[in-house]
C-alpha cells in the first residue's frame, strides 16, 4: 500500500487571482508529489510499509529518521495545508470565534498574530494555528518541522517555503501571507478540527 498525493479539494486555478494555476501546478503536481514519491522509496519492504501517513510521521520523529521524517512530514502538511485553503468565503464557527475572541481579542487580531508568525518565521517553514488543550495559539515550525509531532490539534496551516509563493510574487512572503490570510484560509476546516479535536487525517488510498 502506498501513500497517495492527496487531491486538491479545488480545480487549480479557483484561488487565482490570490494564488495562481501555475502555483498550484507546480506546488502540488511537482513538490508536493515529490515528497510523497520519495517517502513511498523510502518505505517500500519495511515494517511501515502498510502504516498509515500520521504513524510514519510520529515513527520517523521518534526515531530521529531525518530524511523519513522530511519526506512524510512534507507530505502531511501539503495535504494539511491544500484544506487549510478554499476559494470559498467561510466564517469560524460560533464555538471557535469564541475562543478566538478569548484568547486573541477578535478575528482581527488573530489575523494580525497568524500574518505576523507567517511573515517572521526565518527562511522555510509553516506557521500554524493549534488547539493546545481547549486553547488556541499560533506557532511556526522550521523546513518539514509539523504540528502533528507536537502535543496540538493543527487547525490551519499556511505554507512559507518560498516554492509557496515565488512564481506568483517573487521573494515578496508578506504579500502572499497577506492575501492568503485576507482572502483564502478554510475557516470551515479549522472549525471542523477545534470542534472535534481530533487531528485531520491524510487520506489513505489514492482518488480514482
Ligand atoms: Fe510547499
Same mark, same amino acid.
Given at each position: 500500500m502506498a501513500i497517495p498525493l492527496s487531491p486538491l479539494p479545488y480545480a487549480e486555478d479557483a484561488l487565482a487571482p490570490h494564488i495562481s494555476k501555475e502555483t498550484l +501546478? !507546480?506546488?502540488h503536481g511537482k513538490h508536493h508529489k515529490t515528497y510523497v514519491d520519495k517517502l513511498n522509496d523510502a518505505i517500500k519492504g519495511t515494517d511501515l510499509a502498510d502504516s498509515s501517513l500520521e504513524e510514519i510521521v510520529k515513527a520517523a520523529h521518534q526515531k530521529g529518521e531525518k530524511g523519513l521524517f522530511n519526506n512524510s512530514a512534507q507530505a502531511w502538511n501539503h495535504g494539511f495545508y491544500w484544506n487549510s485553503l478554499t476559494p470559498e468565503k467561510t466564517a469560524p464557527s460560533a464555538k471557535l470565534a +469564541?475562543?478566538?475572541n478569548?484568547?486573541?481579542g477578535s478575528q482581527q487580531a488573530l489575523a494580525e498574530a497568524l500574518t505576523n508568525e507567517a511573515v517572521g518565521h526565518f527562511a522555510s517553514g509553516w506557521a500554524w494555528l493549534v488547539a493546545e488543550g481547549d486553547k488556541l495559539k499560533v506557532i511556526s515550525t522550521h523546513d518539514a518541522a509539523t504540528a502533528? !509531532? +507536537?502535543n496540538v490539534v493543527p487547525l490551519l496551516t499556511i505554507d512559507v517555503w518560498e516554492h509557496a509563493y515565488y512564481i506568483d510574487v %517573487?521573494? %515578496?512572503r508578506p504579500d502572499y501571507v497577506k492575501t492568503v490570510v485576507e482572502n483564502c484560509l478554510n475557516w470551515a476546516f479549522a472549525s471542523e478540527n477545534y470542534e472535534t479535536g481530533r487531528v485531520w487525517a491524510y487520506p489513505q488510498e489514492a482518488a480514482v
Open positions: +501546478e !507546480t506546488h +469564541e475562543a478566538i478569548r484568547d486573541f502533528l !509531532t +507536537e %517573487k521573494n %515578496k
